[in-house]
């Protein structure tokens, strides 16, 4: 019979073993649908790839969709879901709307994913694996995404308003906009690469390429050729915010900050005689250390706030609670 020392260190043994699991099982892991959903990760990057081959804008406009869905009361799909006569969603904030698209096929990725395993993969998780898939696509680095998180079953147009960092904001709005997101200063250089890719709309930099002084002249001469100084004349013109490479995911957005040409107000303000200018010499000098301090930091923002356990729901239709 065991001594009741024994017994005691047993019990303890015991009660530190369930801890652990009850401590991690609600925890994200790159494991999570190994068992349940196998075919998971080529189902999604096909279609990834089948709708940037179509639409080269498409990789940055899926990526952008998980930052602007982490960046608004965490990680859990709440800006892929549509209004309704009862319900206000997230498309229609200020940062989103006539912005963010890509939902068509976040539609079909989700539809071939419900084939394969049914009612099993958050659109949350879909989100994440949507964004590596696509910043790989486009030639830049891959990452283990991390995956377990469940989806809203609400969605906030008032934090979507005042939570995603907005075109005109100087760097101590940025470095403290992305603190409260529990995100470094170097999270915040690194994740603003994913401008290296996609497009901005005139009315986003129009006061900068009219208005401001720290900026390359030809270049601005060069935005201004597509966006018209006049307010509501040309708003939806298209730019690209790296205009050498908008659609090849390299470390040329840092190479084009360090000669002035930035195409927003808050892209130039990380290299702009501030804390971040050594970074972005750094990143612009070293593309692999880009790449991976970018694949940590989509880690890291990937882990704002997700819904795990028995929070939220796991959505058949991502535009929808069930």
Partial sequence: MASPSSFSKAILTLACVV????????QLSIFYYTETCPDLFPTVKSIVQ?????????GASLLRLFFHDCFVNGCDGSNLLDDTPTFTGEKNAAPNR??????????QIKSAVEEVCPSIVSCADLLAIISRDAVEILGGPGWDVKLGRRDARTASQAAANVSIPPPTNNLSALISGFQNHGLS???????????TVGQARCTNFRARIYNESNIDSSFAQAMKSNCPSVTGVGDNNLDGLDYQS?????????VNLMRKRGLLHSDQQLFNG???????????????TFFKDFAASMINMG???PLTGSNGEIRKNCRRIN
Avoid: P
């Fill in 19 to 26: 801890l652990l699991i009850g401590g991690t099982s609600a």
């Fill in 50 to 58: 089948e709708a940037i081959a179509k639409e080269a804008r498409m």
């Fill in 98 to 107: 006539n912005s963010l698209r890509g939902f068509d096929v976040v539609d």
């Fill in 185 to 195: 200063q170097q999270d915040l250089v690194a994740l603003y690469g994913a401008h």
């Fill in 246 to 254: 908008a659609t090849s995911f390299d470390n040329t957005y840092y």
């Fill in 274 to 288: 501030g804390s971040t200018d050594s970074l972005i010499r750094t990143y612009a000098q070293s593309q692999d």
């Fill in 303 to 305: 882990d704002i706030k």
